[in-house]
C-alpha cells in the first residue's frame, strides 16, 4: 500500500485483543461503565477502616484487567497520511497522558499499604489537575475546526475523508476514540473520589451530555457519507478491477447496503432494464463487471415459479425471447430488472459474488442437453400503475464466447492434417532438389566438363 495512503494500526479494535465486552461503543451508557466500575471500586477499599476492606479477588482480578486493557490501548498507534500527522498528534498526546494516569490508577490498587496508598492517590490527584485540560480536550477534538490544504474542516470530516468514507473503518474509529472518552470518565470520577468535595453526580451528567454530543457528531458525518454511496462505489467500481477484490471493498466500506457483484467473462445472454440506477457496470474487452444493489424493493423469487418460467426462454432466442418472459412475470405481479443467462461449461469464466441478503435467485436449467445457470433480479409491481413492461424498456446483449479446445486427449484434425500436408511437402520438395542435382551433372558431363562432387570422392 502507498505509504502516503491511509495505514491504520487499530487492535484495540477487535474484540479477539480486548475480549467481547469492549466491541464497538455505542451508548453513552457503555462508556460511562468503566469509570462506574472504577468508583465503585475505590468505593470499597477506600472505607473508614481501609485495613479490614480488601475487595474480593475476583473484583479485584476483573479491574485490574480492564485497567491494563485500557492502559495497553493508549499506547495503540495510528498513522495517516502526512498533511494530517499534525492534528492527529494532539489525539495521540491526550491518549499517551490518559495511559500514564491509568498507570497510576493501577498502582493506587496495587499499593501494599496505606501509606503508599495515600502518597499515590495524592500524586494522581496532582498530576490530574496539571493534565486535566489536555485530557478534556477529547469533548471538543473531534469537531474542533482545523485548515488543511486551505480548506477549513472538522477533525471527524477529515478523517472521513481519509478513510473514503469507509463505514467499517469509522465505526473502527469511532471505537478507539468513544473508548478513549470512556477512560478519561473514569479518571474523572476516580478525581472525584479522591477529593474532599465530590462533585459525582454533576461530573455524571455533564459526561453523559458530552458523550450524547460526541455519537450525534459521529452519526451526522456517517449519514453524510451514506448520501454520497453512489458517487463513492461508483468511483470503486472504476478503480478496481478484479471483482473479488471489489466485492470485499464493497461489504467493509458499505456495510450497511448489501450489494452484489458479477463478473461476466464468457458467453452470455443478459436483459437488463434501461436506466436502472441500481446497476452499475463497466465493460473491457467484451468482459462486464456489474454491481447490483440490492434494495426493499427487489424480491426474491419462489424458485418453482422460476422452474416454470426460466425453461421458456431459450439461450440461442437471447433476442427474442424477453417479452414472452416479461409476460410471465407480470402474471405473478412482478417486474423482471436483470436477468444473466450462461452456459454452465464456461461456469470459470464468471464470478456471481452475492451479499448473504441477495436479491437474486440463481437457478440451473437444461436445453438440448446443455445445462444453463440464470441469475434474475425482480421487484414488487407498483399496483398502482397500469404501465407493463416491454422489451423497448430493457438493454439486451448477447455475446459468444467460444470455449477453449481441450487439447489433453490429443492432437486435434484439423491440427493433424497439418502436419500430415506438411510431411507431404517436405517429401516432395527432397525428391525435386534430388532430380534436379542429377539433371545438372548429367548436362555437364554431356558438355565434356568433368566436374567433381564431394559425394564422388
Known amino acids: 500500500m502507498n505509504l502516503f495512503y491511509t495505514i491504520l494500526v487499530f487492535s484495540i479494535l477487535t474484540s479477539t485483543t480486548v475480549g467481547a465486552g469492549l466491541t464497538i461503543l455505542k451508548t453513552a451508557v457503555e462508556v460511562i461503565s468503566f ?38 490501548m493508549s499506547s495503540e498507534s495510528i498513522i495517516f497520511k502526512i498533511e494530517l500527522q499534525a492534528y492527529i498528534s494532539e489525539l495521540r498526546d491526550v491518549a499517551l497522558t490518559v495511559g500514564q494516569l491509568l498507570t497510576e490508577m493501577e498502582n493506587i490498587i496495587k499499593a501494599k499499604s496505606k501509606d503508599t496508598r495515600e502518597e499515590l492517590q495524592r500524586r494522581f490527584r496532582k498530576n490530574f489537575e496539571r493534565y486535566e485540560i489536555e485530557i478534556y480536550r477529547v469533548k471538543s477534538l473531534l469537531t474542533f475546526k482545523i485548515e488543511v490544504s486551505e480548506i477549513s474542516s472538522s477533525l471527524l470530516s477529515l478523517i472521513a475523508n481519509e478513510f473514503e468514507c469507509g463505514m467499517t473503518s469509522l465505526e473502527e474509529f469511532q471505537n478507539y476514540y468513544m473508548t478513549l472518552v470512556s477512560d478519561v470518565v473514569a479518571l474523572a470520577l476516580l478525581n472525584e473520589k479522591l477529593s474532599d468535595n465530590s462533585l459525582y453526580n454533576l461530573t455524571i451528567v ?61 458467453s452470455y445472454c443478459l436483459w437488463s432494464l434501461k436506466a436502472y440506477e441500481k446497476l452499475l457496470n463497466k465493460s473491457k474487452d467484451h468482459t462486464m463487471t456489474l454491481v447490483f444493489i440490492n434494495d426493499e424493493e427487489n424480491v426474491l423469487s419462489d424458485t418453482s415459479e422460476l ?68 441469475v434474475v433480479y425482480l421487484r414488487t409491481q407498483d399496483l398502482n400503475t397500469n404501465s407493463a413492461l416491454t422489451p423497448s424498456d430493457f438493454d439486451v446483449k448477447l455475446y459468444e464466447k467460444v470455449d477453449a479446445v481441450d487439447e489433453s486427449s490429443g492432437l486435434k484434425a484439423w491440427k493433424l492434417g497439418v502436419i500430415i500436408v506438411g510431411s507431404v511437402a517436405f517429401v516432395v520438395s527432397n525428391v525435386l532438389i534430388v532430380v534436379l542435382w542429377y539433371n545438372r551433372k548429367r548436362s555437364r558431363l554431356e558438355n565434356g566438363m568433368r566436374v567433381i562432387y564431394i559425394d564422388d570422392l
Open 206 to 266: 455533564s459526561w453523559q451530555t458530552t458523550i450524547k454530543s460526541l455519537f450525534d457528531d459521529m452519526e451526522k458525518q456517517k449519514e453524510e457519507c451514506k448520501g454520497n454511496f453512489f458517487e463513492l462505489i461508483t468511483k470503486d467500481l472504476i478503480r478496481i478491477n478484479d471483482p473479488s477484490d471489489l466485492f470485499e471493498n464493497n461489504q467493509n466500506k458499505y456495510p450497511y447496503q448489501e450489494t452484489d457483484v458479477l463478473y461476466l467473462g464468457g
Open 307 to 374: 422452474q416454470k418460467i426460466v425453461p421458456k426462454a431459450k439461450y440461442e432466442n437471447c433476442l427474442d425471447d424477453i417479452g414472452n418472459i416479461l409476460s410471465h412475470f407480470d402474471v405473478l405481479h412482478k417486474d423482471l430488472i436483470f436477468w444473466l443467462m450462461y452456459p454452465q461449461s464456461q461456469a470459470t469464466k464468471f464470478k456471481i459474488l452475492l451479499d448473504q441478503n441477495s436479491t437474486a435467485s440463481t437457478i440451473t436449467t437444461e436445453s438440448d442437453s446443455t445445462k444453463y445457470t440464470t
Open 35 to 72: 469509570g462506574l466500575d472504577v468508583y465503585s471500586f475505590f468505593d470499597s477499599i477506600l472505607g473508614d477502616d481501609e485495613t479490614q476492606s480488601t475487595p474480593a479477588p475476583i473484583d479485584y482480578d476483573r479491574i485490574i484487567n480492564r485497567i491494563s486493557e485500557r492502559i495497553e
